[in-house]
């Protein structure tokens, strides 16, 4: 299994739908996970962070199987500004190198 | 409060130039951090720093690649000499600890083509 493995996408969802994303690891020592969110062109910034079972934030919920060794990322009623790529990211144990899934791109429609 | 600061933005460079991209961190960070990301292999953590000191360069590709922090405030990544596959965008990211891993926050990138 790869270190971070994401849902390949594209999604392409109509406004007001719920999308999810699945994104799975493979080191069973990592604590801590977060999902970035990276607009067309710009840098990435932290959208969500998991430290337990999971974490909810207005219409995105993270959620975390560690038994399964995946997380997910659930946006309720989708909004044209959530179209952007969704990166997975997985602290391989207690040190600061990240590692990133290749991300999942969305795209909200009217 | 300002971000992470990247320079340049853009740089177009030929094969065999000297590449120099520059980072000043967020002031009280003690953790910078150098990315990569390309379409094929996505976003890349090639080295980083604590507190000035490199910790982690298994990320850097080659020997062609080097990156130094001679302070708090500013970091450079130097690609020497650059070749076509060096083309990508180029993040600075910093970070402050607390606990065991703290929000990094990424700079606007630059740009590298390499012709």
């Known amino acids: 299994r790869k270190e971070v493995e994401q849902d390949p996408g594209p999604f392409n969802v109509p406004e007001g739908a719920t999308v999810a994303f699945n994104c799975t690891y493979s080191?069973?020592?990592?604590?801590?996970f977060f999902w970035y969110r990276q607009d067309c062109r710009k840098e990435p910034k932290l959208l969500m962070s998991?430290?337990?079972s999971g974490n909810e934030d207005g219409r995105f919920t993270a959620q975390l199987n560690r038994a399964s060794q995946y997380i997910s990322l659930l946006i309720r009623d989708s909004k044209l500004s959530d179209s952007a790529t969704y990166l997975c990211?997985?602290?391989?144990?207690?040190?600061?190198?990240?590692?990133f899934g290749k991300g999942t791109l969305l795209t909200v429609n009217p | 409060d300002a971000g992470v600061i990247q320079s340049p933005r853009h740089e177009v460079t030929e094969m065999g130039q000297e590449v120099t991209l520059r980072c000043k961190p967020i002031?009280?960070?003690?953790?910078l951090f150098w990315y990569r990301q390309t379409m094929m292999r996505g976003l890349e953590l090639l080295i980083y720093?604590?507190?000035?000191?490199?910790?982690?360069d298994s990320g850097m590709p080659e020997d062609r690649f080097s990156a130094k922090m001679p302070n708090a405030s500013f970091s450079t990544l130097k690609i020497q000499p650059s070749e076509p596959r060096d083309s990508a965008v180029y993040f600075c990211?910093?970070?402050?600890?607390?606990?065991?891993?703290?929000?990094?926050?990424f700079g606007p990138g630059t740009r590298l083509t390499v012709l």
């Open positions: 002031s009280g960070h003690d953790y």
């Open positions: 990211a910093s970070s402050r600890r607390e606990g065991v891993t703290d929000t990094q926050y």
């Open positions: 998991v430290y337990s």
């Open positions: 720093f604590n507190n000035n000191v490199p910790i982690d």
């Open positions: 080191n069973s020592a990592s604590q801590s």
């Open positions: 990211v997985v602290p391989p144990g207690s040190n600061y190198k990240l590692t």
